[in-house]
């Protein structure tokens, strides 16, 4: 096209359609890619959390590949470590199924007793009813099996690929830097990397944070259900902790297992609503005080922008989605405030700002002048 030739512009119409279906792919090649790009999103955000520490051991004279095996053993020792400890808390839980089976035939004849005095339903009618739907169970047993073996394999399989990723990553990182330079060839390489170490920043300090919040939280469930007399306390607790994933309601869901068992070990019920009182009470103080105070400002997006975020993303991915939600968002921040004509859209995704109050005169605005002026004024004498 001859650049003297006039801009064509086209209806608004048409803008929004290639707007509204832009969208659509985008969110079909996102499911529907979902098996490379979920492990890839995830090799990410742990490559940006390692990436400190490669270069602590590239600094001591480690060669590069074995600094990154390093960071990978590491890695899978921590998690390792964890899965052992989480196996031993579900072994022990196990050694009570006997009790929690022959407490809930207990409660399920008291169910039965009511329904057959209060409702008139016959015990023959309940049994049958509850036959069907438990032969209907078994039936689909080989199905829900099936299904169950192919998620654990896909686990794997993502665990894999998270692994191989992060290693290529961080073994490559400065292919990956140059290729953004010869990309974006028309920005200047400082601005480049001004974006990509605030990238690093929002991801590092939102990973850090979490696994603070985790850890307080899961210390002050810990706590409230010793203090109650639950069993497993350490399991439950840091169990309905680590749901804090899941913003806004993931400890309240965290609760349901740990009261669903006191209330069947327990012959009191108060004891299941203390449960999820100590719960709710927690998740009250990791929202408003624990995360606010150790996260802060670093991932600032503001809740509506947030919700939003999380049912889109987990319509798209899931579970994972619902994980990698938050992330995402902040770094689609980061990378909208980067670009002048975005930016209206990074601020409308960050905390909303007080506005100023009105100014109802031209002789306030002279007052507030004049004490600014002075209080200039008397900095300058001091000095």
């Known amino acids: 096209m001859n650049p003297s030739s006039p801009e064509v512009r086209f209806p608004l119409y ?37 990436l400190p520490l490669a270069r602590r051991l590239e600094s001591w004279g480690v060669p590069r590949i074995l600094a990154v095996l390093l960071c990978l053993i590491l890695t899978l020792t921590v998690i390792s470590g964890i899965l052992y400890a989480v196996s031993m808390q579900v072994s022990n839980f196990a050694e009570v199924v006997p009790q929690l089976i022959e407490r809930g035939n207990k409660y399920l004849n008291q169910i039965q007793n009511y329904a057959d005095e209060q409702f008139n339903i016959d015990r023959k009618r309940q049994i049958t009813e509850v036959r069907k739907y438990v032969n209907q169970l078994l039936a689909e047993g080989g199905t829900i099996l099936t299904t169950t073996l192919l998620a654990t394999t896909s686990a794997l399989t993502d665990v894999f690929l998270i692994l191989l990723f992060i290693f290529f990553f961080l073994l490559y990182r400065d292919f990956f830097r140059s290729f953004f330079y010869k990309a974006f060839h028309t920005t200047r390489q400082s601005k480049i990397d001004s974006v990509m170490g605030e990238i690093s920043r929002v991801v590092k300090d939102y990973l850090a944070g979490l696994a603070l919040v985790i850890l307080v939280t899961g210390t002050l469930m810990t706590v409230g259900l010793l203090i109650l007399g639950v069993d497993y306390a350490v399991f439950f607790g840091f169990f309905g902790a680590s749901l804090v994933l899941i913003p806004y309601f993931g400890i309240s869901l965290g609760s349901l297992l740990p009261a669903a068992y006191t209330l069947v070990t ?41 919700i939003i975020s999380l049912i889109l993303w987990e319509n798209i991915w899931g579970l994972a989605g619902l994980v990698l939600a938050l992330p995402m968002i902040a770094i689609i921040k980061v990378l909208l405030d980067s670009v002048d004509s975005l930016k209206p859209y990074g601020f409308l995704l960050g905390e909303a700002e007080i506005p100023p109050p009105p100014i109802n005169s031209l002789e306030e605005v002279i007052e507030e002048l004049s004490e600014r002026i002075e209080e200039i004024g008397q900095v300058d004498e001091k000095e």
């Open 14 to 50: 048409a803008r929004i359609a290639a707007i509204l279906i832009s969208m659509v792919i985008l969110v079909y090649g996102l499911h529907t890619l979902q098996g490379l790009l979920i492990p890839l999103v995830f090799a990410i955000l742990f490559a940006v959390l390692l």
């Open 266 to 306: 327990d012959d009191n019920p108060l004891k299941a609503l203390a449960v999820i009182g100590v719960f709710l009470f927690v998740q009250a103080m990791e929202g408003n005080f624990i995360t606010p105070y150790i996260v802060g400002s670093k991932v600032s997006i503001n809740p509506l922008a947030a």
